[in-house]
T-cell receptor
């Protein structure tokens, strides 16, 4: 079975630009979460979606937004990129209802902002 | 405010011996705990989890222990193998704490020497 997939794998942008990252969950999983991991730290929660509705938002500015589609795939959008947005962006999916807690991660998208 | 802490940034162990990784948390509303392993350039891989109603969970070479009164959990890997060399993250979640988002520690880098 395919795991969580993310695209693109790597991305280079300049300050002020906009970026869209994509995620496809494990088949049958209805919940998708996004995390940001900067070097030397653990992943930080950005968003969680379940059945196309936002179920949680982390401490990130409004420049960060996301959505989930009817097929449960998801997009993370970041506007007005800053140098500090350079990080590994991870998508995770979990199955069944929103109460299932084990999350399975994709390989991530590494974003570099110059 | 770091709610999940891994106080040992690194650990070196001989092949065949036991690796013990520790994790402390502060939020008493956490009720589910997970360990992930991460290789460079990959997403975190789920290893093992434990619910707060248990104090031990075992899966092959991996055992997680939970001490709720001390707000402490540990991961034991026996026997350690060179392929276990990676960064290990503990994570906590709890619907009452913060929906189903995962809160991660900073990670412990494990090196298993042949």
């Amino acid at each position: 079975d395919a795991g969580v997939t993310q695209s693109p794998t790597h991305l280079i942008k300049t300050r002020g630009q906009h970026v869209t990252l994509r995620c496809s969950p494990i088949s049958g999983h209805k919940s998708v979460s996004w995390y940001q991991q900067v070097l030397g730290q653990g992943p930080q929660f950005i968003f969680q979606y379940y059945e196309k509705e936002e179920r949680g938002r982390g401490n990130f500015p409004d420049r960060f937004s996301a959505r989930q589609f009817p097929n449960y795939s998801s997009e993370l959008n970041v506007n007005a990129l800053l140098l500090g947005d350079s990080a590994l962006y991870l998508c995770a999916s979990s199955g069944g209802s929103g109460m299932v807690k084990t999350q399975y991660f994709g390989p991530g998208t590494r974003l570099l902002v110059l | 405010d770091q709610q999940v802490k891994q106080n040992s940034p690194s650990l070196s162990v001989q092949e065949g011996r036991i690796s013990i990784l520790n994790c402390d948390y502060t939020n008493s509303m956490f009720d589910y705990f997970l360990w992930y392993k991460k290789y460079p350039a990959e997403g975190p891989t789920f290893l093992i989890s434990i619910s707060s109603i248990k104090d031990k969970n075992e899966d092959g070479r991996f055992t997680v222990f939970l001490n709720k009164s001390a707000k402490h959990l540990s991961l034991h890997i026996v026997p350690s193998q060179p392929g276990d060399s990676a960064v290990y993250f503990c994570a906590a979640s709890g619907f009452k704490a913060a929906g189903n988002k995962l809160t991660f520690g900073g990670g412990t880098r494990v090196l298993v020497k042949p």
